[in-house]
């Protein structure tokens, strides 16, 4: 079982930068293919970012890529998402997910069993 928790969401002005974490308990989280998912209101939880069990493939949505990376350290037990450039269209709440399912990358929210509780990004314009 992996138990997720999620830090370093805030309110940022458009073109600032914010570093989410993720800390995962759990001797397998080693295993697990990882994923930031992000949902705004009144829309669906839609794909950010992903990465491989060991860090070596990562997968970005068009919205973010360029902006976006993706990072994990096994060694730490947790993955980050560096957002540079925030638009007022990246508020939304972030999510951190794991799948035991899938060693590689994924994009489908479905493929991930595990989630944290979500944090708060909002971006002022």
């Known amino acids: 079982q992996v138990q997720l928790v999620e830090s370093g969401g805030g309110l940022v002005q458009a073109g600032g930068s914010l570093r989410l974490s993720c800390a995962a308990s759990g001797r397998t989280f080693r295993s697990y293919a990882m994923g930031w998912f992000r949902q705004a209101p009144g829309k669906e939880r839609e794909f950010v970012a992903a990465?491989?069990?060991?860090?070596?493939?990562?997968a970005y949505a068009d919205s973010v890529k360029g902006r976006f990376t993706i990072s994990r350290d096994n060694a730490k037990n947790t993955i980050d998402l560096q957002m540079n450039s925030l638009k007022p269209e990246d508020t939304a709440v972030y999510y951190c997910?794991?799948?035991?399912?899938?060693?590689?990358?994924?994009?489908?929210?479905?493929?991930?069993?595990?989630w944290g509780q979500g944090t708060q990004v909002t971006v002022s314009s």
């Open positions: 990465v491989s069990w060991r860090g070596g493939s990562t």
């Open positions: 997910a794991a799948t035991s399912k899938y060693y590689t990358v994924d994009r489908r929210p479905g493929a991930y069993d595990h």
